[in-house]
C-alpha cells in the first residue's frame, strides 16, 4: 500500500511503475481499470480507463466530480458549505499496491484511489486518506498499529424475481447444509476468484436470515482491510451476476429479521506483539488493550453515525438480532455491541482481537475504522 498523498506528476517512481504495470496487464488480457472509492454514504463509485492509460493516471489523476461527497444512497443530492457543488474538480489517484486484476471480471483490473484537488492537496473527504494519516500517526506518536478484517455479509436472490422483489434463491435453515449445496457453483466460483484475488478466506458459511451468506477474510492493515471490504463486495456482485442471481448488502433486505452486517474485527500492536493477548487484564489483555476497548465503549453510541449510518440500519439494530445493540462489552458475548475473541489457547497472541457488532454495509469502511 503507499504510505503517501499522491501529488501531480505521480509518486516517486510510480509513473515507470505503472508503465511496466501496463505491459503486463496487456499481455494478461486487461482492457480497463476500475478506479474505486467510496463516498460518504457508503456507495462505491467508480471512474474507469483502458490499461493504456494507467501511466497517466498515476502521473495526473483521473478527473471526477466532487458533488458525489454528498450524493445520498438513492442518488439524490444535498449540499454543505464545504462539500457537494458541482464545480470544480477531483483527481483519482490509484494505489498501484492495491492493484488486483478482476478473476470474476474478465479484461478488467481494479485499484483503489485516493482523491485530491487539482492544486495537488488532500481532498478533506477522502475517507481512505483520513484513515491512512490516523494510522500513520497511531503508529509514530504512540508505537501502535493496528490488525482488521471486516465482515462481509449479504443476501442472495433470485435474479428472475418481479422488479425489485427479493426472493431468496436457496431454502433451508440458518446455517443448513442445505443452503451450501444450493449455492455449491456460485460458492466455488466465489473463493476460486477471491483466491486468485489474493484475498485470504478464512470461513465462508451461510448465515441466518433468508437467503444470507457471510465471508470473513483474514486481517491486515486497516487501509488494506477496507480496501479488500470493498473488493470482496465487488467479487461478490461479479460472481452472482454470472450465475444469474442478485444480491443486497444492505443492513436490512427486509423490513422484519436478521440484517446483514459488516462487523469490525481490530487489534492492536507494539514492536509485533498483540497487547489483546498474554497481559495480566481481564481475559488476558494488556492494560493498553483495555483502555482501547473502554475508549471505543465510550465513544460508541457518536460512532454509529459513521458504523450504521443509514435509516436502514435501524431495522437492523434490534434486540436478539445479534446485531450488537447494547452499549457493552463482554468476552465471546454476541448480543454486547463490543464482543472480546480471546482466540484458541495456542494461538491466541495472533487470534485474540475485539469485535465490533453495531456496523452495517452501509457505512463507509474507511471512515468506520478511522472513527
Same mark, same amino acid.
Given at each position: 500500500?503507499?504510505?503517501?498523498? /499522491? ?18 496487464? &496487456? ?8 478506479l ?11 471512474? &474507469?480507463?483502458?490499461t !493504456?492509460?494507467?501511466? $497517466?493516471?498515476a502521473?495526473?489523476?483521473? +478527473? ?55 492544486? +495537488?492537496? /488532500? %481532498? ?23 490488525? *482488521? ?19 431468496p434463491?436457496?431454502? +433451508?435453515?440458518?446455517?443448513?447444509? !442445505? ?8 460458492? *466455488? ?8 484475488q ?26 488494506? $482491510? ?24 444492505? /443492513?436490512?433486505?427486509l423490513?422484519?429479521?436478521?440484517? =446483514? ?6 487489534? !492492536?500492536?507494539?514492536?509485533g506483539? =498483540?497487547? %489483546? ?16 476497548? $473502554? ?16 435509516? *436502514? ?23 454486547? $455491541?463490543?464482543?472480546?475473541?480471546? +482466540? ?8 485474540? #482481537? ?9 457505512? #463507509? ?7
Amino acid at each position: 500500500m503507499s504510505e503517501s498523498d /499522491p501529488v501531480p506528476g505521480g509518486r516517486p517512481g510510480e509513473v515507470e511503475r505503472a508503465t511496466a504495470l501496463t505491459g503486463e496487464l &496487456t499481455g494478461q488480457g486487461v482492457h480497463g481499470l476500475v478506479l474505486a472509492y467510496v463516498d460518504t454514504a457508503g456507495i462505491a463509485r467508480v471512474k &474507469t480507463v483502458p490499461t !493504456a492509460k494507467l501511466a $497517466a493516471a498515476a502521473a495526473w489523476g483521473v +478527473g471526477m466530480s466532487p458533488v458525489f461527497d454528498t450524493f445520498l444512497a438513492d442518488d439524490s443530492i444535498v449540499a454543505t458549505d464545504v462539500l457537494g457543488s458541482p464545480d470544480g474538480d477531483l483527481r483519482l489517484y490509484p494505489d498501484l499496491d492495491r492493484l488486483t486484476v478482476l478473476a470474476a471480471q474478465p479484461g478488467w483490473a481494479w485499484a483503489p484511489v485516493d482523491r485530491i484537488t487539482q492544486e +495537488g492537496a /488532500p %481532498h478533506p473527504a477522502c475517507g481512505r486518506t483520513v484513515l491512512r494519516r490516523i494510522v500513520a500517526g497511531a503508529a509514530e506518536r504512540h508505537g501502535i498499529t493496528f490488525r *482488521a478484517a471486516v465482515e462481509v455479509e449479504w443476501a442472495v436472490g433470485r435474479g428472475d424475481a418481479d422488479g425489485d422483489a427479493f426472493v431468496p434463491a436457496v431454502s +433451508g435453515p440458518a446455517y443448513g447444509a !442445505a443452503r451450501q449445496v444450493e449455492l455449491s457453483d456460485c460458492a *466455488a466460483d466465489l473463493l476460486a476468484a477471491l483466491a486468485a484475488q489474493g484475498v485470504d478466506v478464512e470461513q465462508f458459511h451461510p448465515e441466518y436470515a433468508a437467503g444470507q451468506f457471510e465471508v470473513s477474510v483474514g486481517a491486515l492493515g486497516p487501509v488494506a $482491510a477496507a480496501d479488500h471490504s470493498v473488493l470482496v463486495r465487488q467479487t461478490i456482485r461479479a460472481v452472482s451476476r454470472r450465475h444469474g442471481l442478485r444480491v443486497s448488502f444492505a /443492513p436490512a433486505v427486509l423490513g422484519q429479521g436478521v440484517g =446483514n452486517g459488516g462487523h469490525l474485527h481490530l487489534s !492492536a500492536w507494539r514492536d509485533g506483539t =498483540n497487547l %489483546h493477548a498474554g497481559g495480566t487484564a481481564r481475559y488476558g489483555m494488556t492494560a493498553e488493550a483495555e483502555s482501547f476497548v $473502554a475508549g471505543v465503549l465510550g465513544h460508541l453510541p457518536a460512532l454509529t453515525a459513521l458504523t450504521a449510518p443509514s435509516p *436502514a440500519s435501524r431495522l437492523r439494530l434490534r434486540p436478539s438480532q445479534w446485531a450488537g445493540v447494547f452499549t457493552a462489552w463482554g468476552r465471546e458475548t454476541r448480543e454486547a $455491541a463490543l464482543r472480546i475473541v480471546t +482466540g484458541t489457547a495456542g494461538i491466541r497472541d495472533r487470534a485474540a #482481537n475485539l469485535e465490533v457488532k453495531p456496523v452495517d454495509l452501509a457505512a #463507509n469502511p474507511y471512515l468506520a475504522l478511522a472513527s
